[in-house]
Nanobody, 118 residues
């Protein structure tokens, strides 16, 4: 199992970033995909999730319409479009895969750093 996460970096407050996570080594379409984040000194928290066929999404309360999760089951890729970024969005963002019918099967990416600062 391998994840290639990209799109992180340094952005000014109010700016945008698009994270990508391309997976291999498992049947991508059978997995719900999520983005989690862990800020400095903070606990891991769910940012957004999307079901295996993309029919349903869920977001952390702090997102408040600023982020959009999507997936491409042909490209085995999940995306996180982040707009109106705030300094408190600074964190390592990690890609997560959870099997739709065997929820104990979970895979994690290595994470990509997002820093929001002027």
């Amino acid at each position: 199992v391998q994840f290639v996460e990209s799109g992180g970096g340094l952005v000014q407050p109010g700016g945008s970033l698009r994270l990508s996570c391309t997976a291999s080594g498992f049947t991508f379409k059978d997995y719900a995909m999520s983005w989690y984040r862990q800020g400095p000194g903070k606990e891991l928290e769910l940012v957004a999730s999307i079901t295996s066929v993309g029919g349903s999404t869920n977001y952390g309360d702090f997102v408040k319409g600023r982020f959009t999760i999507s997936r491409d089951n042909i490209k085995n890729t999940v995306y996180l479009q982040m707009d109106s970024l705030k300094p408190e969005d600074t964190a390592v963002y990690l890609c997560n895969a959870r099997h739709t019918w065997a929820a104990q099967i979970i895979y994690w990416g290595q994470g990509t750093q997002v820093t929001v600062s002027s």
